[in-house]
């Protein structure tokens, strides 16, 4: 008999395709969860195990899956239901009492309840491909499926049928649950729809009011039915849901659990959040990592639902077309380190982990036979329960402190002016001598920006480009300007803001790539005293009270309220998104001015930049891995959205002729990937056409990062300059003390 069960499926249909997240039954103790607070720290744990993988790829195509105690319950695109007792079993065995028509299938749930019985909700097509559509159909009908919700005992006999009908017929479903007693809790479309243990449909209950939705719902292994809800900040907030009650009023807050959640245990549950899993103790609030799913070979993005067997393995169904991954499961043991046999173990060390490194580490771990990567991430904003930000930056002390001592992991993922500060220490060693092994090519630009005294000492995997953009219609200069432009510029179009920037940031735009004018570092002197700068502060003066955006992102052209904006380019569709916001095809990329009025892109990380230690025993390991991540970008970056060029040559064209696959239709319209409802505009990323990608690769390979720029010498600036902008002090003054403050500093480091 079944006496514990829990489904959650997630939906996304397209065309016979389904995306299904289950969340599985948890029963008996995980262990990860429920350490004394006197034992070893979670990094020790983490340390001493690993959660190694076993993969099950059956020749079907897997795209529903429950389980209960030792047993995996799985369905496939064909309409076709198995069960496997993973401790008695080597093998699945097929539902044969569960009978569907494999031309017509187009998606299915399996929920097991707690009497032994089993709930199934699938979509028939009601024509085959070759029947004939009548007209009355075609007129009357958007979908041509139905939905059936059916209820067989534990010997398969079949006690319930019927086609669902309302808002339920063609819904969205993102989960299903059951209580103790048998209660069926459908969600789509943020509604909650029950069904009594006969499957006679009750009612419709939403979220509480106190909420903006519900993420997914679930069941624990008593029966308790609980709701993931969107709470009033965005926040997740867990409810209690009862079949004659509706929500509970209080509920579970404080978790980060936006990406799948599992109620386990009374008032914890585990839950996927910035890949990794976490154990959310609903009393005390906290969590606690479990894993890193990178570090073991599992590709946080692929993850469609996650669970744990009776025997505490983690059970790990992963889905990705892009990949051709196709109904994979994947199941992990928690393995003292010094039982299995170990590949030669690579570590990285990162403040915090991007999607890319991400991805990168869970895919050369999976198919590396010699090495396996280990991520040690420094900072946890999710387990961060300090008020004064005193742990981020206790993090990022004990990140350096690690640079600089024999605890430095073998390969750093820093940012480009953290790794400025280490490039005359011999800490890194210098990549060109691998590279020249290598058959990749890297992008010249990014190989000059990286090199520092004729030695490579770092690389990032994709970069992006932050330009100024503007409307050529609206403006006289097309490519490049000097500061005196950007004056005129100001000077005669008056009915429009020159930039949505205020005093602070005009002079980050004017200095950007023009310190070097006044701060030579080699000789150690400065000349702010000349009336080229006074210019510069009084143009800059004449922004204050403007409202700068917060962020660079291209969205923030939608208003059109100035001339130009400051954008980053991440992704091949951002001159498309560009030119609908901007309503024209004739965009300017000036860049930031510069004295010799060549524009100026910026070139920078997207993710941080890899260097290999010094004092690393893997070095030839720790570059496998780097050129690993160099070559395998292609759908990495593509399929992430806003991850980045990639910088190898090839791999960069690749990247691009991928990207650019079916611009238009047979009837010559744009075609487009999808439709992104930004506010009040509905905007496409259309298929980049070539001439949009070759505007991309000429900003790409000219843009630059600014070497001569120094941080503390421009705190100075900016601090100095803004008694003069508050008219706090006159401008002389405030010259006056920048020249002599920094003096000092530059007397100071030389």
Known sequence: MWENSKVENIFKIGIKKIVVLVILSIVGLFVACNQAENQKSQQVILEEHIFMPEYYSPNENIDTVSVFNSTIYYGTSEGEFYFWDIENDSIPKKIEWFKMDKELYNWGIIQPDFQGNFYFIYNLNRYKKDEDIPDEELVDNFDLNDTYLVKYDIDGKQIFCERLVGALQNCYINSVAVDREGHLFILGNSQIFLYDIDCTYKNVIVSNEKDNGIFDIANNENGVVYGNCVGERGNSIIREISYNEGFAETGFEKMAGEEGFVPYKENKFLTIHSGKLYCYDGVTQTQKEVLKWMNSDVDINQIEKFGVLSDDRIVVFVEDENYGILGEIVILTKTKKNEVKQKEQITVGTFCTDTNLMRSVAHFNKYNKEYRIEVIEYYDPVLDDSTDGSQKKDAYTQLHLDIVSDKCPDILCLEYAELQKYTEDGLFIDLKSFINKSEISIMSNVIDAYTFDDKLLGLPVTVKVRTLVGRVPEVDIKTGWTVKDLMNCNEGKKEKPLLMANSQ?????????????????????????????????????????????????????????????????????????????????????????SMSGKGRHVLEANGGSYSISALSKHKEGAWV??????????????????????????VCEQYFQFAMENPYDENGNRNFEDVLLAEKYRLFYYVPTEEEVKILRELLETATITKDSNKDIMDIIFEESDSYFNEQRSINQVIEIIQNRITVYLNEHR
């Open 505 to 593: 940031k005009m002079l980050q735009y004017c200095l950007k790539f023009n310190l070097s004018e006044y701060v030579d570092m080699n000789r150690g002197i400065c000349k702010f005293t000349t009336n080229n700068f006074c210019d510069i502060l009084e143009f800059c003066k004449s922004f204050s009270g403007v409202d700068s955006y917060p962020n660079t992102s291209i969205y923030s052209v939608g208003e059109g309220n100035a001339l130009f904006y400051e954008v980053e380019l991440t992704q091949p569709n951002d001159i498309t998104l560009l030119n609908q916001l901007f309503r024209t095809d004739e965009l300017a990329f000036v860049g930031f001015p």
């Open 625 to 650: 891995f780097l050129e690993s991540m160099l070559k395998n970008t292609v759908k990495i970056s593509y399929y992430t959205r806003n991850a980045g060029f990639p910088i190898e040559e090839e």
